[in-house]
């Protein structure tokens, strides 16, 4: 059989770059795709043509980390669908507003279907045990793959000998041994690897998202309560620091 395809979800983070880079290195074929969901902080800037205070264009994370690894690219838009989860997450919020367990598996559901329409054999992401403690858990990775309908076909490279074996690895597509085994909140590790590889990385990591601001997230829960409905105008209306920028967009 020819040489073996997996499907990278790229956020334009160090994590989702250096599971990547880990994958690439077993002479896997990798494409990546980044899911937009109107709620990164860097994209959306980018869009609105805003300058960082060195006067620099914000330019799309996961566009930038490709670029470095080498791979292929897809930026698929999800931001319609993505209001319902948003509004009505089945598995409730993150410290903020931040859906973050329906996120990952409305994501992971788009990928399967990329996945089995584009022939590739597995799905490769940048999670590590135990980092974020809403979704990062052994029972939420197991619940996400589960609900996505993707058992054992989602390689996780940083925490691999931390959890249980996959599909991949069983197989022999991938060798389990040159995998890592990462788990916790301390990215130490990842540093130093990407200064092995010599990657740049977005800080903080993939462009971050208005859902787990602390002041989106006020504006929202105030929003509600004097209101007792969010929009989904309101809803991306809440991103905007000044009147001046919400009208720059909808020019």
């Not at 993505?82 to 009505?88: A, G, K, L, R, S």
Request: net charge neutral; proline share 5%.
């Amino acid at each position: 059989m020819g040489k073996r395809k997996a499907l990278a979800l790229l956020s334009g983070g160090l994590d989702s770059s250096l599971a990547v880079k880990l994958v690439q290195e077993q002479g896997i074929e990798v494409k990546a795709f980044h899911f937009y969901t109107g709620f990164c902080i860097t994209e959306f800037k980018r869009r609105l043509g805003q300058t960082k205070e060195d006067g620099s264009p914000y330019v799309n994370p996961a566009i930038k980390a490709a670029a470095q690894l080498g791979v292929p690219i897809e930026i698929v838009d999800i931001s319609e669908e993505y209001y319902d989860v948003v509004i009505n997450p089945k598995y409730g919020y993150g410290k903020n507003v931040n859906p973050c367990v329906d996120c990952r598996i409305m994501m992971l559901k788009k990928a399967k279907e990329i996945m089995e329409k584009e022939g590739y054999d597995f799905i490769v992401t940048g999670e590590v045990l135990y980092q974020r403690p809403m979704s990062q858990t052994p029972e939420r990775l197991k619940l996400i793959e589960k609900e996505a309908g993707l058992e054992g076909l989602i390689l996780r490279p940083l925490s691999a000998k931390v959890l249980p074996p996959t599909i991949p690895e069983k197989e022999g597509w991938v060798d389990r041994n040159k995998l890592l085994g990462i788990k916790g909140r301390s990215r130490k590790v990842q540093i130093e690897l990407a200064k092995k590889y010599g990657l740049d990385y977005e800080q903080p990591a993939g462009g971050c998202c208005y859902l787990t601001d602390e002041t989106y997230a006020a504006r929202f829960k105030e929003a509600y309560a004097t209101e007792g409905i969010i929009t989904r105008m309101t809803l991306f209306c809440l991103r905007w620091e000044d009147t001046s920028d919400f009208l720059l967009e909808r020019n």
